[in-house]
């Protein structure tokens, strides 16, 4: 059975502060506690999962992963798939998928994959940006505004009013972690006093409540190269949340989705475009003209005799590729239009036309088919 989403069970928004989770889930725990419901097994189940539920989200890192990975954040025995992006995702900053599961897991699962991730690293934050098609194949240059958290000015980040110096933590003695058994393990976790720093605040900074970072609104400026596909995600490292009391920032990802276009489609690197063609021009021949990605016209010359369905290849005409000078080309397929309201006059050279000569030659493809089916018939009777 799917498990239900956190935010489901405790009934609250998904950007829910960190109060409002906390309210709903005594709430729910008063409602479900298995001393209030003895005996009542659905009620004792329905308490663990709330319970569950609130460990991960009141914790900002573990929220952070839920947020982006679901469940699958917190299963074990592998089975992890980064979501989301269709096979476009380009890392900018040199690291890929697992090193960020690195950073995030290596905090709270104990394990010191990467040799101790930095206790009070700030959350990575999401952006999703819509872009063109246009401007996925030329590149952009733009500013994004970002409600973030930076390190506090009156404390310098320190999050201790006056600049008193910290003491070393009296839970954890100062290491930062603590024990605690589970089953057969023994598993170290940042310890809840400190939040893994190994010091705490006597005299906490009052603009940030010792946090050493408040909110605040950033413009950052973001190079988007040419080549961009749909899901693409640009990281900007370091331009995450202020990390707490002075610890490292995390970073800032762009998650880039392309709008669709008027009137081309994109298949990776190559454009397609649908144009329709009176049926004098793809009988007699002729030219058209047709927009290209970058803005400019291309000239298409259409050969006598053209069917619906042809594609023409506009070599190079297609979207820029990613880190390359090379471009995907563009396609055009006709889609010949058959003539409507047709005037007295029309109507007469068309039938003219139909009488001059034989289907057979002019239009060999009906006049074949029906010759078949003529056939088929034929053999049906027998
Ligand atoms: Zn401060
Ligand atoms: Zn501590």
Redesign the pocket.
């Known amino acids: 059975m799917a498990k239900k989403d956190f935010y489901e069970l405790l009934g609250v928004a998904k950007g829910a502060s960190a109060d409002d989770l906390k309210k709903a889930y005594r709430k729910l725990a008063m409602q479900w506690h298995p001393d209030k419901n003895p005996g009542d097994k659905a009620a004792e189940q329905k308490f663990k999962d709330i319970s569950e539920a609130y460990e991960i989200l009141k914790d900002d890192q573990k929220r952070a992963a839920y947020d982006r990975f679901g469940h699958a954040a917190f299963e074990q025995g592998g089975g992890f798939r980064p979501g989301g992006g269709a096979g476009g995702a380009h890392d900018f900053g040199g690291a890929g998928f697992a090193d960020i599961f690195d950073e995030m897991f290596g905090d709270f699962m104990g394990a010191g994959r990467r040799g101790g991730a930095q206790p009070g690293r700030g959350q990575d934050l999401r952006y999703n940006m819509d872009v063109s098609l246009e401007e996925a194949h030329k590149g952009l240059n733009t500013s994004v505004r970002v409600p973030s958290s930076v390190?506090?000015?009156?404390?310098?980040?320190?999050?201790?009013?006056g600049g008193s110096a910290p003491a070393t933590c009296q839970t954890c003695h100062g290491h930062g972690k603590v024990r605690a058994t589970q089953g057969f393990f023994t598993i170290e976790r940042p310890c809840p006093t400190c939040h893994g720093m190994g010091k705490v605040i006597s005299d906490?900074?009052?603009?940030?409540?010792?946090?050493?970072?408040?909110r605040k609104e950033k413009t950052l400026s973001v190079n988007i190269p040419p080549g961009v596909e749909d899901g693409t995600r640009i990281r900007l490292a370091g331009e995450g949340e202020a990390g707490l009391r002075g610890a490292a920032a995390g970073d800032l990802y762009i998650f880039l989705s392309l709008k669709p276009h008027r009137f081309f489609q994109r298949d990776g690197a190559n454009i397609y475009c649908r144009v329709p063609i009176p049926m004098t021009t793809a009988a007699l021949g002729g030219q058209i003209e047709v927009p290209t990605i970058d803005g400019n016209r291309a000239k298409v010359t259409i050969p006598a005799g053209t069917q619906t369905g042809h594609q023409f290849r506009l070599k190079a005409k297609g979207m820029a590729i990613l880190k390359s000078p090379a471009r995907g080309d563009m396609f055009i397929q006709a889609m010949v239009e058959t003539p409507v309201k047709l005037s007295k006059k029309q109507h007469e050279l068309l039938k003219e036309f139909e009488k001059s000569g034989s289907d057979k030659d002019t239009s060999p493809e009906s006049a074949g088919f029906f010759a078949k089916v003529k056939e088929l018939w034929e053999d049906l009777k027998e």
């Open positions: 390190p506090c000015e009156a404390c310098k980040g320190t999050g201790s009013a906490p900074c009052k603009p940030c409540q010792g946090s050493g970072r408040v």
